[in-house]
Each structure stands twice: as structure tokens, then as C-alpha cells.
């Protein structure tokens, strides 16, 4: 059930209950915006946005890992010096996660550059493993890093998240802007906490109705890739809201938001609720602002599902649609 949204007839969808806030963060706003379009225009020091627009936006977060942290760090030291700095030790997240369990010494070289990086700058989040043997000898091992950011508290609501990875956008989940990036614009990122990116579009799913039991968060972004194909978002935004998304909890709002990267999406985002902030509880000491999507936000296309008639669906091989 699919229907092209026309221009100033986009229903609104109701936020969340929360303290009072003041509207929006970024200047005087001079048209209704979109969640991602919010959070790119304050990022930016700009009062509004347009899908298209090309802006330099600063970071919140960067994260690396053992795969293109190497090639990060080298392009880093390449273009701003051997001895240069990263902007901030506290915003760049390193986490070894794939190469980690292996005995492949030139794999196990990867996370010995990291180390040696972390060393040398005082990055304050390396989440480290020494003992290969064991992985519970390492307290400071949090598994792979999308589920680590979440649970150290690296997501915060209204944030922009790069990361090295495709599957950053995982953490669109906590309404924050998040989307993965290769290693020479992690390196520019790393010397200066600046990126260039081009405002997409949104397509708004609206999922109502209740789970069914025998339903998982992954039958419903299989669904929907199914129906607007691998290629359904290219370079859009991909918003999920509705009574259904609501019930949700953080583990299968990331569950949507990850996949999001498997239907062409530029990135995922759930509107920040009670859910979301009681989640960050004892997680983070930073402070964030949520943003959501104005009542008469233009959206690429509006995607609406009843959830209590959906059945369970798994991806025929070799695609994900």
C-alpha cells in the first residue's frame, strides 16, 4: 500500500509527549522540514534546507574500526602531517571488531595501527582487545560497533554519526543523523570534524497496527525492501514512523535502521521518544536535542503498512529485495 505524496497535503504524525522545548534550534525557520533535513541544517548553522543541497556539516561522532581505520589514519597523517592532531579525542570512537579473532598476523596488524594511533592521540573511546584467546579476558571488548555505539552511548537524538562502516546508519534509530563514509572522508573528518554532504530527500513509512507474535523488526524492513526494491532509496532518507515503530524497542528500531543501506537508502531515521531517552539513561552525560519532522514537511513519497495483516518473510538469495 503506496501512494506518491503531493506537495502540502503530508498528514502530520504525531511526536512524542515531552518537556517544552523551543521549536527548532536553527535560526528563525522559513519552511516546514524533515527530521534528517533538521538535524543537517543545524549542523550546518543554516535556518533551512533543501533536499539537494550540498553543506559542510559538523560532525558529532566519528567512528572507525580494523577494516578502514589503517587507511583512515594514513590518509589523516598524509594530508594534515605526521604530527598532526585529530579535531577531537573525544569524538572519535575506535573499535576493533572484524579481524579480531583471527590468526592472520597481517590482519592482526590492523588492530596493532589502531592501538598505536589511540596511543599517540589519547583517543579517549578505543575499545580494545589484547587477549585473543579469550574475549572475555577484555573488558574493554564491546562487540561489533554499531551494537558498541549504541550501548556506550555514542547515539544521542539530533547528532550527526559517520562512521567507516555501510551499516552506520544503524544508529538512526535514536533519531540522530547517521550514515557510513570511506576512508579519505574519514580522514578529512578526522583532522578537522567537518563533511560535505549533499541533503537527501525523505520517503516516509508509516507502519500502524499491532505485531503479531510470531512477527520480528526484521520482517518489517524486509517487507519493505521488498517492495520498493534494493534500490527503492538511493540516496534518500528513509523515515519510519506510526503506532507500530512506537512499540518498538531500541534493538528493533536499529533493526530497521540497519538495513536501511540494503535498499539504497543514504540513511535511516525513528523519531526520538520515552523509549529512546530511557534507553540513553546512565549511558551518556552529553546533552542532545531531539528533532522532529514538521506537519507539513515535504516528503519524496509516503509508504503505509498495516502491520497485524504482514507475515513473516525471508530474503530469496542472492538479494536482500
Known sequence: SSRRARAGRVRAVATPTRAPRSPASTGSVK?????????????????????????????????????????????????????????????????????????????????????????????????????????????????????????????????????????????????QFATGIGNTDAGFVMGTGKALLKVPPTIRFVLDGEMPPYLLAKDLILQIIGEISVSGATYRSMEFVG??????????????????????????VVPADETTFKYLEGKTSVEYEPVYSDAQARFYSDYRFDVSKLEPVVAKPHSPD
Open 243 to 268: 503506532s507500530t515503530i512506537e512499540s518498538l524497542t531500541m534493538e528493533e528500531r536499529m533493526t530497521l535502521c540497519n538495513m536501511v543501506i540494503e535498499a539504497g537508502g543514504k540513511n535511516g
Open 31 to 175: 519552511s516546514p522540514m524533515t527530521t534528517t533535513e533538521k538535524i543537517l541544517a543545524r549542523a550546518s548553522e543554516r535556518a533551512s534546507l533543501e533536499p539537494g543541497e550540498n553543506v559542510w556539516v559538523d560532525v558529532d561522532v566519528l567512528m572507525t574500526h580494523d577494516v578502514c581505520g589503517p587507511g583512515t589514519i594514513g590518509i589523516f597523517k598524509q594530508e594534515f602531517g605526521e604530527d598532526a592532531k585529530v579535531w577531537d579525542r573525544e569524538k572519535v570512537v575506535i573499535i576493533p571488531d572484524h579481524y579480531i579473532f583471527t590468526s592472520d598476523e597481517r590482519a592482526n596488524r590492523n588492530v596493532d595501527i589502531l592501538r598505536d594511533f589511540c596511543e599517540e592521540q589519547k583517543i579517549k573511546y578505543f575499545y580494545d582487545i589484547k587477549d585473543l584467546s579469550d574475549f572475555r579476558a577484555n573488558p574493554d571488548y564491546k562487540g561489533v560497533c554499531h551494537i558498541a555505539l549504541a550501548q556506550e552511548g555514542h547515539c544521542r537524538p539530533g547528532e550527526v554519526l559517520l562512521g567507516t562502516d555501510s551499516h552506520t546508519c544503524n544508529a538512526g534509530a535514536f533519531g
